[in-house]
C-alpha cells in the first residue's frame, strides 16, 4: 500500500516516470527541494495553484513535506491518509506532467 501511494504521489506531482526514480525518497532535504523548485519553475500559475490547494487540503507545507512524508509513513499512517489524499485529489486534480529527467540530475549533485 505505501509503495502504491508513493507512487501515485509520484505521479501526481513528479509524473510516472519517476516510478523509475524512487531515490527521490533518498534525496536529502536540500536535494528535494532543488528537484521541486526546478520543476515549479516550470509550472504554469494555474498548476501552481493548483498544487498548492492540493497541499493544503492535505495539511502539508510544501511538496518536500508530502514527499518527506509519503516515503516515512509507516502502515498506520497509510491507513489514515488515504482517504485524505484520495478525498483531495479528487477537489484538486492534477493537469500537469512535471517529470524532468533535468530537475533530477540538478538535484542529485
Known amino acids: 500500500m505505501k ?3 508513493i507512487a501515485f504521489l509520484m505521479g501526481l506531482f513528479v509524473s510516472n516516470a519517476l516510478s523509475d526514480h524512487l531515490e527521490l525518497c533518498d534525496f536529502s532535504t536540500e536535494a ?5 523548485d526546478c520543476v ?9 495553484t493548483t498544487t498548492s490547494s492540493f497541499l493544503t487540503c492535505v495539511n502539508k507545507d ?3 513535506e508530502l514527499i518527506n512524508y509519503f516515503c516515512n ?3 498506520d499512517e497509510t491507513d ?3 482517504p485524505i489524499f484520495s478525498k483531495c485529489l479528487k477537489s484538486f ?3 500537469f506532467d512535471t517529470a524532468d529527467e533535468e530537475c533530477l540530475k ?3 549533485k
Open 106 to 108: 540538478k538535484a542529485s
Open 3 to 5: 509503495t502504491m501511494l
Open 32 to 36: 528535494q527541494n532543488a528537484y521541486w
Open 62 to 64: 510544501s511538496a518536500t
Open 40 to 48: 515549479e519553475s516550470k509550472l504554469t500559475e494555474d498548476q501552481i
Open 93 to 95: 486534480p492534477a493537469n
Open 80 to 82: 489514515h491518509f488515504q
Open 73 to 75: 509513513m509507516n502502515h
